[in-house]
Nanobody, 124 residues
Framework: QIQLVESGGGLVQPGGSLRLSCAASGFTLDTYVIAWFRQAPGKERGGVSFLSLSDGQTSDGDSVKGRFTVSRGSGKDTVYLQMNSLKPGETAVYYC?????????????????WGQGTQVTVST
């Protein structure tokens, strides 16, 4: 059974950092694209960062470039999202998602597998 499980969310002050984890089970990640999305209350879900595990290509949303980094763990079954200089407006539930592909897809509707999400709250 294919599963994605996010962890690492929590409360952080503006300007702080968090590292989210997406642990995959039931499949190997080598032929997948892993994406991080987020959804704030009353807002549409939006893409944050994307990683193609077949060639290592990444893509970040304009609002997070230079602050967020998506990467694969040394254990190969986990993908991380390092988030630095967090802003209050980035409070949201963060989800990881997966699709079998060698090409990054940006719309969330393209992804077949989703985790349950982890809450990130940026506040004083």
């Amino acid at each position: 059974q294919i599963q994605l499980v996010e962890s690492g969310g929590g409360l952080v002050q503006p300007g702080g950092s968090l590292r989210l984890s997406c642990a995959a089970s039931g499949f190997t990640l080598d032929t997948y694209v892993i994406a991080w999305f987020r959804q704030a209350p009353g807002k549409e879900r939006g893409g944050v960062s994307f990683l193609s595990l077949s060639d290592g290509q990444t893509s970040d949303g304009d609002s997070v470039k230079g602050r967020f980094t998506v990467s694969r763990g040394s254990g190969k079954d986990t993908v991380y999202l390092q988030m630095n200089s967090l802003k209050p407006g980035e409070t949201a539930v963060y989800y990881c998602a997966a699709i079998v592909s060698s090409v990054i897809h940006f719309p969330g509707g393209a992804y077949d597998y989703w985790g349950q999400g982890t809450q990130v709250t940026v506040s004083t």
